[in-house]
């Protein structure tokens, strides 16, 4: 196996300056760098990046933590932050602690015996005195962690507000809103808080139904629905806190012969994939994951170079008109 | 920061000892086990896995390299492959190569950089060259390659099969199959041909039309679909390789006042959350691929313990009846 050694030697350079173009460290001319890498090709030498990241402190790697991969809301916010740390040079450790404490513990231990340069968790299941002992930065998505580095999240409240004012426009007289996980707080409680004050304020009846985590892991709400629904058949428009429920919802209405958009309005939240391949396709209130994203991986970034970062970023949601309201 | 000599000082044990412990190598007792534990809990002590793996020759880390994540096929084999590694006590290094091939031959190298204990690729732009320098397992996913260690796939030709026969039972005398990517070939063509000697045989009529690599990235087939059904209107069955695409297909119908299953039948391919996500619901081959993913890590890790391991392993398909044909 090739050497550093021979890579300088290859290249009629000093291992010094072979060192240099590997760590991009100090002067290099354009010269010495084509040279190098010609040379690294020619004898196909991979510079180790464990024993390279034992003389730095950390490697460049994220911990990437989630609480599910084949949620389509997951889904999308991985691939965008693997997107943005390959664009940045780093690379993603995934784990998916499936919202129990105990892996969600197990994967922040990994994470930092592995000596992540940080953590992007998505998941939000253990107490917060277990990041007091973490000394890389913890950047937070839809979470608020008091010891957090920084939190990245965008504008529920704003998107409960834009549902409930289209639904109202649309006509919509008896309202039916699907929560969040009722045992767990999260900064997605907000869209709750700012449809029901529209609500309110206008004068319009809702009810509201809450979620478990069997479901929201299951990705099975439709009886959860149909119950809604029998309970309260004089709904006509629907605010339901995922794409994923909606597409259940459009299932159910179908099963119980009610016409959407004609009989019931339905607005989902998310905008991912499956928004757009349900028929009718959905309405629903769009989250800028990709920005959240890149934000996160670059907050990450600032926070591993020992500059200030702020402490909670919240980005705009907005309305994306489809077929269903 | 703690040490391993306070840990076992703590512990009252011997530095040996907590080396055998925290390695797992050798004779433990479980007394000792729990000391070691409860010492390391206490005193906030994390081994320095990086330092740990330098030891030894390769991380207990999986380099796993997808075309696509948001892709609801992929996300459930990411998925799936995260819960068997974590089983085993790997973790994964996620690689996003998008089908292009600079970012793919990237990844490997970043992989083998990594020192990972083996790469799963689900991704197979590269030329087979590459492979040859590599000196750790690869799994091929649905892909196959000459020098590859394994291939893990589904019984596709069986699925094409099932697919026409299913379409002619149904009484469909004219079909319309939408394939793979035309400049890519892999596994998953041979669907096709199992869906063609069916047809040939009963002697019912039908096209073939094949997809890009920008569709399949976009997850954007509607066009394509609607031209297809445009030049062959008398098509009453429709088989398509992803229910992505089946799930455009309804959206195109409908747009088309081309009632399912009533007027057209429509199977798709993969029985991912999306096939139940649906209105009305996808008839589609069920890929085993949670099965899949399981195969593929514990071929890695074999084949990363010196064992000899089955060069080729396929999987079996089922339909799954619901409601589109």
Known sequence: MATLKDVAKEAGLTVGTVSRVLNNRGYISDDAREKVNGAMKKLNYHPNEVARSLQGKSTNTIGLIVPHIRHPYFAEMISNIENQAY???Y???LCNAQSIEEKEREYIDICTGNRVAGIILCSG?????????????????????DNGTAAVECDNR???????ERLIS??????LHVGNISSISMPADQRTEGFRQVCEKMGVAFHEVFTEKSQYHNMKYDALIEKALQEHPETDGLFVNSDVIAAQALQVCRRMGISVPGQMKVIGF?????????????TTIHQPVREMAEIAVNLLHDAASGKIVPK????????VERETA
């Open 87 to 89: 664009k940045k040079g």
């Open 125 to 145: 299941t253990v107490s917060v005195e277990v990041f007091d002992g973490i000394r890389v930065p913890v950047i937070t998505m839809e979470r608020f962690l």
């Open 91 to 93: 690379r993603i450790l």
């Open 158 to 164: 704003q998107g409960g507000t834009l549902a409930a």
């Open 170 to 175: 649309c006509g919509c007289r008896h309202l």
């Open 270 to 282: 998310d905008d991912v994939n499956i928004a757009a391949l349900t028929t009718p396709q959905l």
């Open 312 to 319: 909670r970023t919240v980005l705009p949601v907005y309305l």
